[in-house]
Each structure stands twice: as structure tokens, then as C-alpha cells.
């Protein structure tokens, strides 16, 4: 099998030829056309010299491109490793290099940055698409050059299809391996869950490059035969409001990061009137975010649990039973426990190391097979968050376990902390992290960015710290307020604490 042909194939085979596969800001491709364009990039990076197994780099803007380029590689054996197109150009040199990538495919507007590397490009073939001839080797030359007719290459479900980098919380990326099967597991968050259909027009905030945006705005809605909507500029709130009333998507996958933007820019109430269903990951959504929407906008937005490693939600909630300030239930075909440590497996509200057992589970990291043995237990893959879980069987996030800090031998909870910060008026975003003090001792510190401009950072610290004198126990109270413009987040809105840990090593 490959899997592509369940995303391109068996949908022009059904008779959806001619339906919008995916639209962009300049236009539509049917399934039709992305089959046959898929096949020309297929076919054109075989004449490019890539074979099956080696791997084939992605540094694209979202859209037609992208697309094409990732079904390409699969449908003929390649490996697909999608970039960030907001890393350095020194960062995307570490995972060229930890890749081995055969081939890449760049934007035209990167390519004044990968002239940095240098000599990482020579054993490289770099394909640019949306350039000139003064760029390099056109990936549009050699599409139009390739036939549109091309057999997927019959790999099997456990050949290679694709690598994810994380995301970097922690600063130190890696790659999660993952094979055709993973593509298809995509029908239990999908379809059992979300109930997506072939009437759906999806939009999500997040680039494909990450696994929430590439599982949900792209290989769902093509799976059912749906739509997606495409854009390669970084979603503001205008923006967004622009799709919305341009297109008119009936689901719509954020993080809560953006939601909180979104509330925060005033926009109408109808905003958001076509959407059947909102998704948030990425980090926990605040309870005031969840109903501040929910009565703004009149949409449940549906909380869940994702990582890289598993491309789709193992945990979430239900349609008109999602649950404010929970990560939801497991998802069909998904198994799930908390375990402390030791093993054992940990009682009903108990805190506990997430572990699951699911179909689209990557097996290993790539070149780490020491972090693979401590990460993929036999079926498991252990998480790395925090949770809890209520007699009712819904999962509470604390937190990821490296977040989670001692204060004179009594545990602190970051986003216990936080929850309480982002409660005051005068704060739009939070980060808490336990860093050294003077003497040495693990102490909690917060990082906090004002509502308002100009807001006094002096009088705003003292209300917080007033407030958590008043509501947190004297261990989890902050020892410094710094009052900041904003926090580093990645691009899916994962709060960096590393960073936040050195800001404070710096002061």
C-alpha cells in the first residue's frame, strides 16, 4: 500500500474529481489537479535523482506547493521532512544535516537565507519554487516537464513516509519517525470524533510543518473528501476574519495563544457564524478563554491533546460535551493511563506522566536511541504531561513533567500559577518557570504581558504579586514579577520556558 492514494486516488475514483480539494488566497486545485500535480512532482523528483527511503526536506509557505511536494515524495517511496520556515537559517542547517536529505524544496523567499549555509548545501539537489531562473533549478520547470501519470510506489504500511521535527520547548529538536500507516489513523480523531465529511472546509492557524496543522488542516479534510483552506502568511486577526467571511469554514483549529488574540481585536459576533465546531491545542485552554468565547462567539471550542509523535489528538473533547478547563477523553482506538513514578499506575485525581497507546504513534526518533528507548515503552508512548483524571474519565493537563519544579520539597504547578495571573484584567499572557535564586534554591518566577500598552509594569506587578499573596500558598508564590511585551512561543504557541529560565539567569 501507500497512503497517498486514500487522500488523492480513492477520491477522484469516488467521483470527487472535480471538487475543491484545496483553496488559496490565488485560487483552487481540485482533487484532479492536485492528483496530477502530485504526479509531476513525483515524477520530477525521480528525474531529480531521489529514490525511495531518502529523504526529501520541505521549506514552503503553506499552499499548493507544499502539498504537492509532501504527496509527491510519498508516492514515490520518498520521506517527506517538512521545516519551519520561521527557524534561522543555522537551524534548518542542524536538521538538513541530521536528515541527510537527498533533495530540498525551497521558496524563492528563503533562498537569501540558505545562502548562508554554505557548504551544507553540496551534497544537497535544491529544487525553488516560485523563482527565476537567476534562483537555481525550478521546481515549476520540472512539473511541467514530468507526466501527469504516476503509479504510487507499493511501500507498505510500515515504510517510512514522513519525519516531524519537534518543536523546540525545549531547545533541542529531533525528529519523530512516522510511516504510511500513521496517515490513515487520521479517521478516529477525524471522522469519530469531530464527525469531518466531505461538506467540511477546514481552516487552521498552525503550518503544516507542525503535526496539529498537518493532521488537521490537511490529511483530515482530504480523507473525507472535504475541503482545506491554505495560506502562507501568518494568521493575525484580520486575517483570519478575512477567511472567515471569504470562505466560510465550517471547522476551525486554533491554539489558544490566537483565541485569546482573537478575543482580544473586537471583532463582530458573527465572525465565526459558519463554523460547526472549534479545536484548540497546543497547550491548555484557559477556562475564562473557553467561555469568554463560547459566549462572544456562540462556538464550543473543543480542547484536546496532540504531540508530534502522534500526529492527531489521542485525548479530547466531544461536541456539545466538552468540558471547561479538561483535555477531554480518550480517542477511539486510543488507550491511555497515568503513571507515577515507578510505574504504578496512579488513582483517580492523582497527578501522573501520560502514556498512550495509539494507531498513528510514531515508533522512534530518528538518530536518538536513547530518547527513543525512554520515550516508546513496547506499544506506549510515554508523553512527557502531566495530568490528572476525574471520576468521570476526563483528563486534566498540569502541565509537560520537565515544567514541574519542587519549592522547599512541595510541588509547583506552572499552569496553576498562571491561570491565577492571566484571572487579573490587566493580563493578556503568562509563563511560570522555577529557576535558581540568589542562594542557589529552586524559586518560582513570572513572566507577564500587559492588556493594555503602556500599562505602569510597576503597579501591574505589585496587583499580581498583592493577588498571589491573597490566593497561592507562600512555596508557589512568584519571587519577581517581570512585566514583558511578549513571551517566546513556538509557532503552534508552545510557551519556551527554557527561555524564560535563562531570562531570569540573565537578571
Known sequence: MNAVTAFLDDQVRAGRGERAAIETPSGRATYADLLALANRTGNGLRAFGVEPEQRVALLLPDGL??????????????????????????????????????????????????????????RLRVLVAGGSAADGESLEALQACSSIQLRAEPVGEDAMAFWLYTSGTTGAPKAAVHAHRDLLACRHYGVDVLGAHEGD?????????????????????????????????????????????????????????????????????????????????????????????RERFGVEVLDGLGATETIFMVLSNRPGRSRAGSSGTPVPATDAKLLAAGGREVETGEQ?????????????YWNRIDESRRTFVGEWFRTGDVCTRDADGFFFHCGREDDLFKVAGLWVVPADVETLLLAHPGVADAGVVGAPEGRGLIKPFAF????????????????????????????????????VDELPRTATGKLQRFRLRARVADA
Open 352 to 364: 501522573g506522566v501520560l502514556h498512550v497507546r495509539t494507531p498513528s504513534a510514531s515508533p522512534s
Open 201 to 293: 472546509r477546514v481552516f487552521a492557524t498552525s503550518k503544516l510543518f507542525f503535526a496539529y496543522a498537518l493532521g488537521t488542516a490537511l490529511l483530515i479534510p482530504l480523507y473525507v473528501g472535504g475541503g482545506a483552506f491554505l495560506h502562507g502568511a501568518w494568521p493575525d486577526p484580520a486575517l483570519v476574519a478575512d477567511v472567515m467571511a471569504r470562505w466560510a469554514p465550517t471547522l476551525f483549529f486554533s491554539v489558544p495563544t490566537v483565541y485569546a488574540r482573537l478575543l482580544g481585536a473586537n471583532l463582530p459576533r458573527d465572525t465565526f457564524a459558519s463554523l460547526r465546531c472549534a479545536v484548540s491545542a497546543g497547550e491548555r485552554l484557559p477556562v475564562d478563554v473557553y467561555w469568554a468565547w
Open 65 to 122: 506547493a507544499w502539498a504537492a511536494t509532501f504527496f509527491g515524495a510519498l508516492r514515490i517511496g520518498a520521506v517527506a521532512v517538512p521545516l519551519s520556515t520561521r527557524l534561522r537559517p543555522a537551524e534548518w542547517a542542524v536538521m538538513l544535516r541530521d536528515s541527510r536529505a537527498r533533495a530540498l524544496v525551497v521558496d524563492a523567499s528563503l533562498v537569501a537565507g540558505l545562502r548562508e549555509l554554505g557548504g551544507e548545501l553540496r
Open 448 to 483: 507577564v504581558v500587559p492588556k493594555e500598552r503602556g500599562a505602569d509594569p510597576r503597579r501591574l506587578a505589585e496587583d499580581l504579586a498583592g493577588l498571589a499573596a491573597a490566593k497561592l500558598p507562600s512555596h508557589a508564590r512568584p519571587r519577581k514579577i517581570f512585566v
